[in-house]
């Protein structure tokens, strides 16, 4: 089984065992029994179903260890300078969290969301106006690098510098209720545009059309709960610096 | 007939029974109308702004079914506005406690120092607040006690609000031997730190020698964390710390002291100089 096989619907019963990940979905007496094995985590579940499917697909990399916060903070290597009144785009990585569901009767529904990467959470802004947010650190590269989709995305970052100086970018922080992930064979991806209004203002908020042609739209689970609260903000203001 | 039998002015006995109907009534339509409120609303706001909105919409129709009832008594609510600053004074001094109370709770509302689900800590007593009536606020201890606390008290109290900044910060101070190497316990703890998700990246935590103790070198370990998981990383991280240190041979110490007897010192004193000779 390749890596790019896990993503998918897939027909109960189903059996993977890749990258450390060990997914077993087999029918039982009664319903379908879920289990999942992964960075010494595992989790058994009993679906009361006969005839459902299994749906894997990234999601929004703000779910574990545990959903404490809709933002996702990414710190780059280097600082990046961009001249006044400028278009640029970058490309950086993003860890990527697996969501499962489970596919019955035209419904979806998250049954188990797991990550190979480390979890790290941080704050941007001060602690009385701040917000608590998933911590990734990344290098910023020019060209799409190379990522294992298990792993890593990949984010293709357009920044735009409206002011009329050269500013200093170090950070991004997005809200996962934008986020719209892609995914491929070979890889995860997702685009976002980050507007600077002032030296430490900026505005950040996601494209729709995936990076490249022919990639699958994720399931999000973010976006699922926009339908049902639609006052929430998709953008976000980085008003704490940049 | 006893319906018709008049108690004061034009009221008879069938305008009480009425009334009381058309009140039950009303209570029963504002009970249904925040029950469903509730229910509609749940996954969108918020357990604070939820309970706020369903007590005021509730408090709204009891009022309207009240002012509506009233004439029917006998009473126009015009004649209220002119009675009302007399029975006010009157009500004030007999009640002051409650109006206190009362009015504290409102202030509350607005101010919102805390809010429904939040810790808190009130003169002596800590726990989660679980809910903020208009004359008394309700306290879940962390032993699972019931604690009603009068809104004067905790108005005009010092409120200590546990998780109203979003992070916040523990501390701890290990002391290890002498003989054991202070840098290499520094690389081991803020590497734990760093496995630790709660633990924030940023404010960065800090962990440095701190002062020569009397029997150990003391180093402080400070970390911040979400203030809703402050409590149980600041329980995993100290023993996992403990334990990480021991297993480098680096020991917490113990207080200790060296005894000299007196016969014993004047041995190694003549020793001392016999070898010196």
New interface residues.
Partial sequence: MRVSDIFGLHEVPLRIDLEGISITVERDAGGIRYKRDCMDEEVEDLLLSSNSKIRINPVEPVNKPKELSPHFLIEFEKSIFIEPSARKTVFIKFPVEIGVFVYGKKNFQILDIFTLNKQKFTLYGDVINGVICKYWKSEVYSTIPDANPVYEGVMELNITNTTARWVEVTKAVFAAYGMKIYYSDDMVAMRANMRIVSKKVAEIDFVNPPLEKGMKRSLELYTSRLRQIPVIATKFLMDEGI | MIPSTIVYGDVTILDLLWIAVCLIIAVLIAKVVTINIKRSLK??MDRDHLEITTKVVYYTIIIVAVLLALPALGIHPSNLLVAGGVVGIVIGFASQSIVGNLISGIFLMFERPIKIGDQLRVDDISGFVEDIHIVSTIVRTYSGLYVRIPNEKVFTGIITNYVA????RFEYVVGIRYDDDADLAIEIIEDLI??Q??A????SPQVFVDNLGDNSVNIIVRV?A?A??WYGLKMDLLWEIKKTLGENGIEIAFPQRVVWFADEHRKREVKDAESDS
Avoid: G, H, S, V
């Avoid at chain 2, 900044?165 to 916040?168: G, K, S």
């Avoid at chain 2, 924030?200 to 404010?203: C, D, Q, S, V, Y």
């Fill in positions: 996954d969108r900044n979003i992070a916040r760093d496995e998700p709660f924030l990246k940023k404010p911040w979400p809703t998981e």
